[in-house]
């Protein structure tokens, strides 16, 4: 029996490489299909909802809100939405006296103010453009358009003039500017495009835009203050103050969702209707509802949250996020280095063969429910490892894709096995199930092994059962009820056998041929086979020779049992074929088992066996022989019982039968004669008759040249 490894090509560790690299480049083009890629983005926002950073947001980024309280404010001071721009003019005075850092505006101011009935549009644009310049920290957003929509040629002015790579840039041909009023007071313009997945939500946003050859920054880039140091490294990745900024393949950057958005949550939230009623108070020299101190040294972001006003967005955190607070988590990730750690495409690969390697090793190499717990292992291993970085790495792992690429080598070699090797292995069970005990063939399929076709030479050992005196119990019986009868012995007979892994190999009329040792090539055979024959004599003693024919059949059983070198496997035509043993280890076997009648022994061993088993059994040397067919005469044993204390105390006349033997083959046959008179006297001993007759008939003739071999001419 030999390993699958020479059979099975694809069990052969480099095959397992290769074949998993190819497994493994399939599933890493597989996982940019946009079925995977969804499912990995669910995941990815699972993350950001389980395991929230709400207290790493930074807070030094405030949000003035234009919500439902500033609109009722406003109607209450008899001033309707829009408001004048005036309003702003005021809050920019105001947040400049507090100290703000940097006031983004998440408004578009690309048309002029309305006309109203106390101000004119001229005015409260003007005034408004005059704090943008006067504060000189103000950021406006500007929508650009992929169509040409005309906008302020000022817009071209304000600009940046990085080289930044294309793959990061996105070109646009119009835009929706702030009015030329508002740009000559020389603002920072931030891009504010952002768009959502295809499920509609927000992860992303671009970086870097491009609009008639000039670059822009988008709109929380554009607040950071003083300017980060960007750069790109050899692989062309951009450095933000030499810290790597993770994008996309796209060159977008991913967002790191703190927490849920609103008020009173992530970030801190202030009602601008809270705020223009505090600049009225100090107008009216009374103490403000809100200190502008507060605002000292912070980036404050202008935007609306109020229902009808439609600035909310669907984020990973949220279904309903206002949309100021995209910016500010981008701006909060941005200035401490909150990045989203995207792992390479060579890693990302590297990680799914690892993976994928491991599993199908697994299965071919380890028992099938320790491969099954292996596959399980990985699974959650894979789970662990998600876990560990991305909660205190932020490193986005490709969990969905590594859980597709396991559990896909595992039902392919599932698949493989079933209709590749386990085909074989039904085979070998049916092959096999006449012959062995059901447990040593499940062994020797979870071995992986499998039967060299025609033979192979092996150890073992021979066991040949046979019925003294079969013709006289058979001889009143009908053929239907000798059938029966023997039908009923085997059964018995084969439970001995196959309980100590015997392997039956065929039955012999009223026999048995039985092997130890193949196909398993067990080391322990001889012993194996001496277990089988001592439990089924041990079950004789407890049977009467009168009781029924069957028992007759078993206190009569003979043995024979050799050990040594044979061919087993298959044997036979293409068209037909057994799995036996050939060898003269078989023949002696053969002839054993009928020498016993000339003992009157019940189990006989050959020297190799004895040799083999006598630690663990005690045996008694029966006689040195010749059989027919073999030219060297062997010495024979007699099995009689497993080795302990009482048994050696049973047993212990052995040695005065030896010393007797011994006496025999030394030729002084007159002092054996009188030891074995005397064994037969005390115990009755069968053998002991047999050598007393050969010592008187050795006594009378008194040949010369007898060597002690006794030579037998039939089988």
């Known amino acids: 029996m030999k390993k699958n490894n020479r059979k099975?090509?694809?069990?052969?560790?480099?095959?397992?490489?290769?074949?998993?690299?190819?497994?493994?480049?399939?599933?890493?083009?597989?996982?940019?299909?946009?079925?995977?890629?969804q499912i990995q983005l669910q995941a990815d926002d699972v993350h950001f909802r389980i395991f929230n950073q709400e207290a790493l947001a930074d807070t030094n980024i405030v949000l003035l809100a234009i919500d439902d309280n500033s609109l009722q404010f406003s109607r209450q001071n008899r001033?309707?939405?829009?408001?004048?721009?005036?309003?702003?003019?005021?809050?920019?005075?105001?947040?400049?006296?507090?100290?703000?850092?940097?006031?983004?505006?998440?408004?578009?101011?690309?048309?002029?103010?309305l006309d109203r009935s106390e101000t004119y549009a001229e005015e409260t644009d003007s005034e408004f453009a005059s704090a943008i310049e006067e504060t000189n920290n103000v950021i406006l957003g500007t929508l650009l358009k992929e169509d040409s929509t005309a906008f302020a040629e000022e817009l071209l002015t304000l600009g940046k003039h990085e080289n930044i790579p294309q793959k990061y840039s996105r070109s646009f041909m119009g835009a929706l500017s702030p009015i030329t009023t508002f740009l000559e007071a020389n603002p920072k313009i931030g891009i504010i495009n952002i768009e959502p997945d295809e499920d509609a939500v927000i992860r992303r946003i671009p970086l870097f835009f491009e609009l008639n050859g000039v670059n822009y920054y988008?709109?929380?880039?554009?607040?950071?203050?003083?300017?980060?140091?960007?750069?790109?490294?050899?692989?062309?990745?951009?450095?933000?103050?030499?810290?790597?900024?993770?994008?996309?393949?796209?060159?977008?950057?991913?967002?790191?969702?703190?927490?849920?958005?609103?008020?009173?949550?992530?970030?801190?939230?202030?009602?601008?209707?809270a705020v223009l009623a505090s600049i009225r108070d100090l107008h009216m020299k009374h103490q403000p509802q809100i200190s502008p101190s507060i605002f000292k040294d912070k980036y404050v972001i202008i935007g609306a949250t109020a229902g009808g006003l439609m600035d909310l967005k669907t984020t990973p955190v949220s279904k309903v996020y206002p949309g100021m607070e995209i910016w500010a988590t981008a701006l909060s990730n941005l200035l401490n280095?909150?990045?989203?750690?995207?792992?390479?495409?060579?890693?990302?690969?590297?990680?799914?063969?690892?993976?994928?390697?491991?599993?199908?090793?697994?299965?071919?190499?380890?028992?099938?429910?320790?491969?099954?717990?292996?596959?399980?292992?990985?699974?959650?291993?894979?789970?662990?490892?998600?876990?560990?970085?991305?909660?205190?790495?932020?490193?986005?792992?490709?969990?969905?894709?590594?859980?597709?690429?396991?559990?896909?080598?595992?039902?392919?070699?599932?698949?493989?096995?079933?209709?590749?090797?386990?085909?074989?292995?039904?085979?070998?069970?049916?092959?096999?199930?006449?012959?062995?005990?059901?447990?040593?063939?499940?062994?020797?399929?979870?071995?992986?092994?499998?039967?060299?076709?025609?033979g192979e030479e092996i150890e073992a050992t021979v066991l040949f059962t046979d019925i003294a005196n079969f013709?006289?119990?058979?001889?009143?019986?009908?053929?239907?009820?000798?059938?029966?009868?023997?039908?009923?012995?085997?059964?018995?007979?084969?439970?001995?056998?196959?309980?100590?892994?015997?392997?039956?190999?065929?039955?012999?009329?009223?026999?048995?041929?039985?092997?130890?040792?193949?196909?398993?090539?067990?080391?322990?055979?001889?012993e194996l086979a001496c277990r089988a024959a001592i439990e089924h004599r041990d079950y004789c003693r407890s049977l009467s020779a009168d009781s029924n024919p069957e028992a007759n059949f078993h206190i009569h059983t003979r043995f024979g049992i050799n050990s040594g070198s044979l061919v087993a496997g298959n044997i036979g035509s293409v068209k037909r074929m057994d799995y036996t043993a050939i060898g003269d280890t078989v023949n002696t076997s053969a002839r054993l088992e009928g020498v016993n009648k000339i003992y009157g022994t019940s189990v006989m061993l050959s020297e190799s066996t004895y040799k083999l088993v006598k630690d663990q059994f005690i045996c008694r040397k029966l006689d040195c022989i010749k059989v027919k067919g073999r030219n060297e005469p062997i010495f024979i044993y007699e099995l009689l019982a497993e080795v302990n204390d009482e048994n050696r105390e049973k047993y212990c006349w052995i040695k005065t039968y030896e010393d007797a033997w011994q006496l025999y083959f030394d030729k002084k046959w007159a002092e054996a004669k009188d030891i074995f008179e005397k064994l037969?006297?005390?115990?009755?001993?069968?053998?002991?008759?047999?050598?007393?007759?050969?010592?008187?008939?050795?006594?009378?003739?008194?040949?010369?040249?007898w060597d002690g071999v006794l030579k037998l001419e039939v089988k």
């Open 8 to 37: 099975y090509h694809y069990k052969n560790p480099l095959a397992a490489i290769i074949i998993t690299a190819l497994f493994s480049l399939f599933m890493f083009h597989l996982q940019r299909q946009n079925f995977l890629k």
């Open 79 to 113: 001033v309707p939405w829009p408001w004048p721009r005036s309003f702003y003019a005021q809050i920019l005075h105001y947040l400049k006296s507090g100290g703000a850092k940097k006031v983004l505006f998440d408004i578009q101011f690309y048309e002029p103010d």
């Open 218 to 273: 988008s709109f929380p880039l554009s607040a950071i203050s003083p300017p980060l140091k960007l750069s790109l490294n050899s692989r062309n990745m951009i450095l933000l103050d030499n810290s790597p900024l993770s994008t996309d393949r796209n060159g977008n950057y991913i967002l790191n969702w703190y927490g849920e958005g609103g008020a009173d949550k992530t970030f801190t939230y202030y009602s601008i209707g």
């Open 471 to 526: 013709t006289t119990f058979s001889e009143d019986k009908t053929p239907k009820e000798l059938a029966a009868l023997l039908n009923s012995y085997f059964t018995k007979l084969t439970d001995f056998i196959l309980k100590y892994s015997g392997l039956l190999d065929k039955f012999t009329g009223d026999g048995i041929m039985a092997l130890f040792g193949p196909p398993r090539h067990a080391v322990n055979h001889a």
């Open 680 to 705: 037969i006297i005390e115990k009755n001993d069968c053998v002991a008759k047999v050598m007393l007759d050969r010592c008187a008939k050795l006594i009378n003739s008194s040949p010369n040249n």
């Open 337 to 454: 280095g909150h990045h989203v750690n995207i792992l390479p495409d060579w890693l990302n690969y590297i990680l799914i063969l690892i993976f994928t390697l491991l599993c199908y090793l697994s299965q071919f190499h380890i028992k099938s429910w320790i491969s099954n717990l292996v596959f399980v292992f990985l699974l959650i291993f894979v789970f662990i490892i998600d876990y560990l970085l991305w909660n205190f790495y932020r490193i986005q792992f490709p969990l969905i894709i590594l859980i597709f690429s396991v559990t896909g080598i595992y039902l392919l070699v599932i698949t493989f096995k079933y209709l590749i090797e386990d085909r074989d292995k039904r085979k070998m069970k049916n092959l096999f199930s006449r012959y062995l005990d059901t447990n040593v063939i499940d062994d020797m399929l979870n071995q992986s092994s499998t039967i060299e076709l025609g």
